[in-house]
């Protein structure tokens, strides 16, 4: 299993971002896919979550009417739309994948969304 993030950088508040997660060594299809992101001395976080079929989506409070999450399950990628991007969001986001019927989890490497005037 491989997961690779794309897209980050450094922008100014309120402008956007859209972050990509290019899926591979399992059926992409079958699976829920997530955004987690971890800001200095902070735990990891959920942002968002994604069933298998791109119907039901998930997340946080503090990303809610913001954030997109999607996926196209044909090009075994998940896609995360980051809009009027604020200070706090600044983190290291990373793409998550539970897969197989021992669920196991698999991490991207994270890719740095910096945000600041």
């Known amino acids: 299993v491989q997961l690779v993030e794309s897209g980050g950088g450094s922008v100014q508040p309120g402008d956007s971002l859209r972050l990509s997660c290019e899926a591979s060594?399992?059926?992409?299809?079958?699976?829920?896919l997530a955004w987690f992101r971890q800001s200095l001395g902070k735990e990891r976080e959920l942002v968002a979550r994604?069933?298998?079929?791109?119907?039901?989506?998930t997340y946080a409070e503090a990303v809610k009417g913001r954030f997109t999450i999607s996926r196209d399950n044909s090009k075994n990628a998940g896609f995360l739309q980051m809009n009027s991007l604020q200070p706090e969001d600044t983190a290291v986001y990373y793409c998550?994948?539970?897969?197989?019927?021992?669920?196991?989890?698999?991490w991207g490497k994270g890719i740095l969304v910096t945000v600041s005037s």
């Open positions: 998550f994948v539970r897969v197989g019927v021992v669920a196991k989890d698999h």
């Open positions: 060594g399992f059926t992409f299809r079958l699976y829920s």
């Open positions: 994604i069933d298998a079929s791109g119907r039901d989506k």
